[in-house]
Nanobody, 118 residues
Framework: QVQLVESGGGLVHPGGSLRLSCVAS????????LAWERQVPGKERELVAG????????AYAPSVKGRFTISRDNAERTWYLRMNNLTPEDTAVYYC???????????WGQGVQVTVYS
């Protein structure tokens, strides 16, 4: 049974930091690219950051580049999103995603709320 369990969301002031975690089970983790996406009510879901299966390449949305860092620990079947210098525009529900065209899998976490308020 595939499970992706997220944690780490919460309330923070502008300029603050949070780290999101996603722990996976039930699939061949090391073969999957991993990502974080976010969604604000009434808007389309936005890809925030992604990392390759080997962890040797990352990509970021322009709005978060330089502030957010995605990383993965294949041994722990976990990936992270470190978010620094948060702004109110980062307020959203954040979802972790694991995808592999080769394995035919596309899995999502339950979502965690991140709220940045003054």
């Amino acid at each position: 049974q595939v499970q992706l369990v997220e944690s780490g969301g919460g309330l923070v002031h502008p300029g603050g930091s949070l780290r999101l975690s996603c722990v996976a089970s039930g699939f061949n983790f090391s073969l999957y690219a991993l990502a974080w996406e976010r969604q604000v009510p009434g808007k389309e879901r936005e890809l925030v950051a992604g990392i390759t299966p080997a962890g040797d390449s990352t990509a970021y949305a322009p709005s978060v580049k330089g502030r957010f860092t995605i990383s993965r620990d294949n041994a722990e079947r976990t990936w992270y999103l470190r978010m620094n210098n948060l702004t109110p525009e980062d307020t959203a529900v954040y979802y972790c995603n694991a995808v592999s065209a080769k394995e035919g899998g596309d899995y999502w976490g339950q979502g965690v709320q991140v709220t940045v308020y003054s």
